[in-house]
């Protein structure tokens, strides 16, 4: 029997193909404008670092000194009995060693300038997100310094604020991060920084502040002191006790959120 045909005929095919909606068009246009964008404006920062890497790199400081750290000390007289009786010098500092420091006091810091301090390469990109959304919204004005950006600053730099310094930063950052330990890093900052009443590193501070060793400090004397580096001037105990407070009760909030402390502990130290 012969086959049967439709009768319609074969189905003939489409000799036009779909056209994407104007919107579509418009949309895909966009993407790929935006995407070339991105990409263009990656590869330059790119080829600026690369270039600045290349022009800095060289003329950076020789860091070597920092891995046997020696720092201006005060003079110091001591009577036949061993008593201090007197100490000359502009900065009033005690050179500690970091397996001397205690753990409370070390605890604080890390709290309040850089908890991420043994996990990141020596620039937290978490924490430069965090403060640049922080700082958009306006919720609080936060900064992204590293504490071996600010080792890097307060030996070497300048307070000027220029994208030049800031450059010279980050590189001697990296080269710090390269050629010291964290444990030494750690150790210059807490022994360099300046705390106020011609105090510089936590041991001087201790004594300036509490008339206490170190060894001694309790929580809240430890969140007091790791307040000060932000604004020594500003927020010490002496020049203003309520600001003072203000960074104190910040910090045990912030140890207690690190799990540094625990909420009883922070209770206490309140």
């Known amino acids: 029997m012969p086959e049967k045909t439709n009768a319609s005929g074969p189905a003939k095919p489409s000799t036009q193909r779909a056209q994407r909606p104007t919107w579509l068009k418009w949309l895909m246009r966009i993407f790929f404008w935006t995407t070339g964008l991105v990409m263009a404006g990656a590869l330059s920062v790119m080829f600026v670092l690369a270039v600045a890497l290349a022009v800095a790199y060289p003329n950076l400081p020789d860091i070597s000194e920092l891995a046997d750290y020696r720092p201006k000390l005060p003079?110091?007289?001591?009577?036949?009995?061993?008593?201090q009786i007197g100490e000359f010098g502009e900065e009033r500092r005690n050179l500690t060693p970091i397996d001397t420091i205690p753990k409370v006091m070390k605890d604080a810091v890390l709290a309040a300038e850089d908890a991420r301090f043994y996990s990141h390469g020596g620039v937290d990109y978490k924490g430069v997100v965090r403060a640049g959304l922080a700082n958009v919204n306006k919720v609080k004005s936060q900064g992204a310094s590293t504490i071996t950006m600010q080792v890097a600053r307060n030996v070497y730099l300048s307070s000027e604020k220029t994208l030049t310094r800031k450059i010279y930063e980050i590189l001697l950052t990296f080269k710090l991060e390269h050629l010291l330990s964290k444990d030494q890093i750690f150790e210059i900052y807490l022994n360099q920084i300046y705390l106020g009443n011609r105090a510089y590193g936590f041991a001087a501070a201790s004594e300036a502040y509490f008339g206490k060793p170190l060894k001694d400090?309790?929580?809240?004397?430890?969140?007091?002191?790791?307040?000060?580096?932000?604004?020594?001037?500003?927020?010490?105990?002496?020049?203003?006790?309520?600001?003072?407070?203000?960074?104190?009760?910040?910090?045990?909030?912030?140890?207690?959120?690190?799990?540094?402390?625990?909420?009883?502990?922070?209770?206490?130290?309140?």
């Not at 003079?75 to 008593?83: D, H, P, Q």
């Not at 430890?222 to 203000?246: E, Q």
């Open 75 to 83: 003079l110091r007289v001591f009577s036949s009995e061993g008593i």
């Open 217 to 270: 400090i309790t929580i809240a004397q430890a969140a007091m002191l790791a307040g000060l580096p932000k604004a020594p001037g500003a927020n010490n105990p002496v020049n203003n006790p309520a600001r003072a407070r203000g960074r104190q009760q910040y910090v045990i909030d912030r140890m207690q959120d690190a799990g540094f402390i625990t909420a009883e502990q922070a209770a206490e130290a309140r």
